[in-house]
């Protein structure tokens, strides 16, 4: 592992990974069947699941890694193998902004979803928003090889996909909270968002 990465390791994934389970974690429906797409080795699964043991999570990645924390299997990264309404929740976390047309992987979870789809991702909102969610990318995926298209969109254009997709936002918190003081001022602003999307209207109370 290069120095950035171990740098990285150390001071910032461990509480992303803590946060983000705790907010991911009260936005699952009870006894939900989740899908998590692009998990990676799961451990971000594995927190949600000591806080939700009635949860079950399997996981999709185009890499899959020799030892995960969950269940999973190789995908494409454009068609997700499963029938239709296979799971009851889909799951992207920072995923959507590492693929060239977003859309595409957000129709298949509505395909797939039966309740509802769970999101992390980013909004290009603010003061020198691009680059800086260029750096925090390039800092926390580079040394990973992941693919880096830096394709991040404004709150305007997450609304707009999700009218155009029949999704209703349930939740939506831009207050994620991710870095600790002082980084927080810098990193998080309005960068970051969590939300639920559903196309069930009768499921608006589990919200």
């Known amino acids: 592992m290069s120095i950035v990465g171990a740098v990285h390791a150390n001071l910032v994934f461990g509480r992303r990974v803590r946060v983000l389970a705790c907010r991911l974690a009260n936005m699952l429906p009870e006894g939900a069947k989740v899908l998590d797409v692009g998990c990676g080795d799961g451990t971000l699964?594995?927190?949600i699941l000591r806080s939700r043991p009635d949860l079950s999570i399997n996981g999709i990645d185009i890499l899959v890694r020799p030892q995960t924390h969950i269940p999973v299997v190789p995908f494409d990264g454009s068609t997700i193998p499963y029938p239709d309404g296979a799971f009851d929740v889909v799951m992207f976390v920072d995923v959507l902004h590492h693929?060239?047309?977003p859309m595409v992987l957000l129709r298949e979870a509505?395909?797939?979803a039966r309740r509802a789809i769970v999101l992390k991702d980013h909004t290009k909102e603010g003061t020198l928003a691009g680059p800086t969610l260029r750096f925090m990318d390039w800092v926390g995926n580079s040394h990973h090889g992941v693919v880096l298209p830096y394709n991040y969109w404004t709150q305007s254009q997450?609304?707009?996909?999700?009218?155009d997709l029949g999704l209703v936002a349930t939740t939506w918190s831009s207050n994620v909270g991710l870095y600790s003081w002082p980084a927080t001022h810098l990193f998080d602003r309005a960068l970051h968002f969590?939300?639920?999307?559903t196309t069930d209207h009768h499921d608006l109370s589990a919200a």
């Open 110 to 112: 509505k395909r797939v």
């Open 158 to 163: 997450w609304r707009r996909a999700m009218s």
């Open 194 to 197: 969590v939300a639920k999307l």
């Open 45 to 47: 699964d594995s927190l």
């Open 99 to 101: 693929t060239e047309d």
